[in-house]
């Protein structure tokens, strides 16, 4: 079994700062994919910020400037760091993992079960 723990979100005023933690763990032979999406209430998840397999790091185009993605290989884990945050930016925030589970396969998606980040004005 694999688990995606995520932590650090909570409430914080207009132009404040939140780092989110996500650790993947269990039966894990690779970590190919990780990273964050989120949703609001009545809208479609949305990415913020990837890394694919391939080593490259997609961010949300709105989002580039203020929040930086960065991960820790050996311990399967990554960060969300969010500055200068806005109202807009309150939602539940979803760590995401695309895990190949032995060297036979299979590649598996996994979903944290989400963190609550509200910005107040």
């Known amino acids: 079994q694999v688990q995606l723990v995520e932590s650090g979100g909570g409430l914080v005023q207009a132009g404040g700062s939140l780092k989110l933690s996500c650790a993947a763990s269990g039966s894990i032979f690779r970590v190919n994919s990780m990273g964050w999406y989120r949703q609001d209430p009545g809208k479609q998840r949305e990415l913020v910020a990837r890394?694919?397999?391939?080593?490259?790091?997609n961010y949300a185009n709105s989002l580039k400037g203020r929040f930086t993605f960065s991960r820790d290989i050996a311990k399967n884990t990554v960060y969300l760091q969010m500055n200068s945050l806005k109202p807009e930016d309150t939602a539940v925030y979803y760590c995401?993992?695309?895990?190949?589970?032995?060297?036979?396969?299979?590649?598996?998606?996994?979903w944290g079960q989400g963190t609550q980040v509200t910005v107040s004005s």
């Open positions: 890394i694919t397999s391939g080593g490259t790091t």
């Open positions: 995401y993992a695309e895990i190949l589970l032995t060297y036979y396969g299979p590649v598996k998606d996994y």
